[in-house]
């Protein structure tokens, strides 16, 4: 059940000074590190159950490098983070699951936290949640407009093997303390959903792995939203170095909120396998609307065949033009792609990828925008196993 929780130090935005500042440590039950600057990156690290911080300018996160920063601890919760989205807010967010309690959480944490922090929300789910994203911030409506802002609204791809079609999108209100609707059903047609994202015009964008496809659909409209309820704030002392645990201690969580019957939706249009894919695991979108698949490809494909992993890159929808091909694929040895997990794109079209080498260790792999063909990527390397990533707008 999601919480919301009244902290008055949330209200950055408005108080320049905290935002220029760099030692907010010391505020309680939240450790706030540097003003980070936009493009900044953020990356689960599934095993350690922590979440690395690669702020650019840094020396620790210069091509090659480490992480600067990290989340984790026993006080964040984190126990198999998975998926990163940040909201309006710049707050990030985190699709959490213990492969070994089956138990699924969705976790918010202030924006710029670092080091072992509390969140500000958290949420068990019921199944099994990977993907997630938000609705960017679209223009606004003028002064004189008596039309109000759309809601936030955030997507997280959940698999709950208790329900009758367990392959489903969760769909929350910003706020709100549970989801409001989801899209599941026969005509989806989804077989474990992996990777989301949302467009401006309020279309939701889902890797259908299993189903070898990625498929666009319309949001549902959400008819009220739900507020939050508030709850008291622990106040646990807070630790500026953060100590990820594999084993964080454990803390009472609410039940998982019943979800509102299942919008039972065919998608507006499909990317299959014969416009070139294979295993579709992750999806983006760059400023232009292009879609950007990561593809792990046919196991066992070596670099140099066509089943081997790829990035595929697909115009925007045109019902005049039907898909045939990517316009742009990335794939062969020289890409080091072994098995993507995710993919994201910073607003200047620098492509991001969470991968893992042949040895096992996690890294993220970068290519220049326009990257096309058989091309070296510069990387970021990882603690621990990468799953997600997450760029600050």
């Given at each position: 059940m999601l919480s919301k929780l009244t902290v008055g130090f949330l209200?950055?935005?408005?108080?320049?000074?905290?935002?220029?500042?760099?030692?907010?440590?010391?505020?309680?039950?939240?450790?706030?590190?540097?003003?980070?600057?936009?493009?900044?990156?953020?990356?689960?690290?599934?095993?350690?159950?922590?979440?690395?911080?690669?702020?650019?300018?840094?020396?620790?996160?210069?091509?090659?490098?480490?992480?600067?920063?990290?989340?984790?601890?026993?006080?964040?919760?984190?126990?198999?983070?998975?998926?990163?989205?940040?909201?309006?807010?710049?707050?990030?967010?985190?699709?959490?699951?213990?492969?070994?309690?089956?138990k699924a959480l969705l976790i918010e944490f202030a924006a710029l936290a670092t080091g072992n922090v509390d969140p500000l929300n958290s949420a068990v789910l019921p199944g099994r949640p990977r993907g997630i994203a938000f609705t960017p911030r679209g223009?606004?409506?003028?002064?004189?407009?008596?039309?109000?802002?759309?809601?936030?609204?955030?997507?997280?791809?959940?698999?709950?093997?208790?329900?009758?079609?367990?392959?489903?999108?969760?769909?929350?209100?910003?706020?709100?303390?549970?989801?409001?609707?989801?899209?599941?059903?026969?005509?989806?047609?989804?077989?474990?959903?992996?990777?989301?994202?949302?467009?401006?015009?309020?279309?939701?964008y889902v890797a259908n792995i299993q189903g070898a496809t990625v498929e666009q659909f319309a949001l549902p409209t959400p008819t009220a939203s739900p507020k939050p309820t508030p709850t008291p704030k622990p106040t646990p002392t807070p630790k500026p170095t953060p100590t990820p645990s594999s084993t964080p201690s454990a803390s009472p969580s609410p039940s998982p909120s019943p979800t509102a019957?299942?919008?039972?939706?065919?998608?507006?249009?499909?990317?299959?396998?014969?416009?070139?894919?294979?295993?579709?695991?992750g999806v983006a979108l760059?400023?232009?609307?292009?879609?950007?698949?990561?593809?792990?490809?046919?196991?066992?494909?070596?670099?140099?065949?066509?089943?081997?992993?790829?990035?595929?890159?697909?115009?925007p929808y045109n019902k005049r033009i039907p898909y045939t091909k990517p316009i742009r694929e990335i794939q062969g040895c020289?890409?080091?792609l072994n098995q993507p997990t995710d993919i994201k794109l910073n607003s200047a079209g620098v492509t991001y990828?969470?991968?893992?080498?042949?040895?096992?260790?996690?890294?993220?792999?970068?290519?220049?925008?326009g990257a096309n063909g058989n091309v070296a990527p510069t990387n970021y390397t990882s603690p621990g196993a990468v799953t997600g990533i997450g760029i600050i707008p």
């Open positions: 209200l950055l935005a408005t108080t320049a000074a905290i935002v220029a500042c760099s030692n907010l440590g010391m505020t309680t039950g939240v450790n706030v590190g540097p003003n980070f600057p936009s493009k900044t990156l953020y990356a689960t690290n599934t095993n350690q159950n922590a979440i690395s911080v690669y702020s650019n300018g840094t020396a620790e996160s210069k091509l090659g490098g480490g992480p600067a920063y990290e989340i984790g601890g026993a006080n964040t919760t984190l126990d198999g983070p998975q998926y990163v989205a940040f909201d309006r807010r710049q707050n990030l967010w985190v699709t959490n699951y213990d492969f070994s309690t089956q223009p606004s409506p003028l002064p004189s407009s008596s039309v109000p802002p759309a809601p936030a609204i955030m997507a997280v791809a959940d698999v709950d093997s208790t329900d009758v079609y367990p392959s489903r999108i969760l769909l929350f209100v910003s706020g709100a303390t549970s989801p409001y609707q989801s899209i599941g059903g026969p005509k989806p047609g989804l077989k474990l959903p992996g990777g989301i994202a949302i467009d401006r015009s309020g279309h939701v019957s299942p919008v039972n939706i065919s998608p507006r249009f499909t990317i299959t396998a014969k416009n070139g894919m294979i295993t579709p695991i760059d400023s232009s609307g292009n879609i950007y698949i990561v593809d792990q490809g046919r196991r066992g494909a070596s670099c140099s065949s066509s089943g081997a992993p790829a990035i595929l890159v697909f115009p020289k890409t080091s990828v969470a991968d893992s080498t042949p040895g096992g260790k996690g890294v993220i792999y970068i290519f220049p925008a």
